[in-house]
T-cell receptor, first 116, second 115 residues
Framework: AQSVTQLGSHVSVSEGALVLLRCNYS??????LFWYVQYPNQGLQLLLK????ATLVKGINGFEAEFKKSETSFHLTKPSAHMSDAAEYFC??????????????WGLGTSLAVNP | NAGVTQTPKFQVLKTGQSMTLQCAQD?????MSWYRQDPGMGLRLIHY???????DQGEVPNGYNVSRSTTEDFPLRLLSAAPSQTSVYFC??????????????FGQGTRLTVV
């Protein structure tokens, strides 16, 4: 069965510092992987997605994530945090093929705080 | 293109009352789902639908009903509200199931308080 683990429910960084949000997955087949962001009092929106075209995926707002099969990881990074990055971030995994693995499996989320 | 539209945005109910949360999408998506979001618990799947006329239970279906009479609409009914149903509810849709089709598009959420 697929699963997603986000290490650290709360991460705090200083403005301008590197952002690193961790996501590890478990999947018996090569997965599709997603990062979503939720700003306060809003719905979730897609940041970026891994579809096997390239292991380094660039998303919106300067975020990127690298798929590492050997580490079963898909960590989200941004070189320099901005105050507007403060939000909840969710990692999700889906099976590659239709069938039992077709639903999105969600991590519990990581709340990112950016300090001035 | 409106995407996924949820109404209402806020609602307060008394224990035992019933209500329907509305969800509509205009992207011709086959797959629709309802989640609830509670602090520290992430997103939990309540019910989902793989097409008009087809619904199924998710992780936490008790106390909720759904129906899917059209591709566009997927309402969530609370049968007899309880304080444990105080939560933020999200409706999501996607093209289908499997692989890239599972990319989800979310509504803005309904914040429900049951007193």
């Amino acid at each position: 069965a697929q699963s997603v683990t986000q290490l650290g429910s709360h991460v705090s960084v200083s403005e301008g510092a590197l952002v690193l949000l961790r996501c590890n997955y478990s999947s018996s087949v090569p997965p599709y992987l997603f990062w979503y962001v939720q700003y306060p009092n809003q719905g979730l929106q897609l940041l970026l997605k891994y579809t096997s075209a390239a292991t380094l995926v660039k998303g919106i707002n300067g975020f990127e994530a690298e798929f590492k099969k050997s580490e079963t990881s898909f960590h989200l990074t941004k070189p320099s945090a901005h105050m507007s990055d403060a939000a909840e971030y969710f990692c999700a995994v889906s099976g590659r093929y239709a069938g039992n693995n077709r639903k999105l499996i969600w991590g519990l989320g990581t709340s990112l705080a950016v300090n001035p | 293109n409106a995407g996924v539209t949820q109404t209402p945005k806020f609602q307060v109910l008394k224990t035992g009352q019933s209500m329907t949360l509305q969800c509509a999408q205009d992207m011709n998506h086959e797959y629709m789902s309802w989640y609830r979001q509670d602090p520290g618990m992430g997103l939990r799947l309540i019910h989902y639908s793989v097409g008009a006329g087809i619904t199924d239970q998710g992780e936490v279906p008790n106390g909720y009903n759904v129906s899917r009479s059209t591709t566009e609409d997927f309402p969530l009914r609370l049968l007899s509200a309880a304080p444990s149903q105080t939560s933020v509810y999200f409706c999501a849709s996607s093209y289908g199931t499997g692989g890239m089709n599972t990319e989800a598009f979310f509504g803005q959420g309904t914040r429900l308080t049951v007193v």
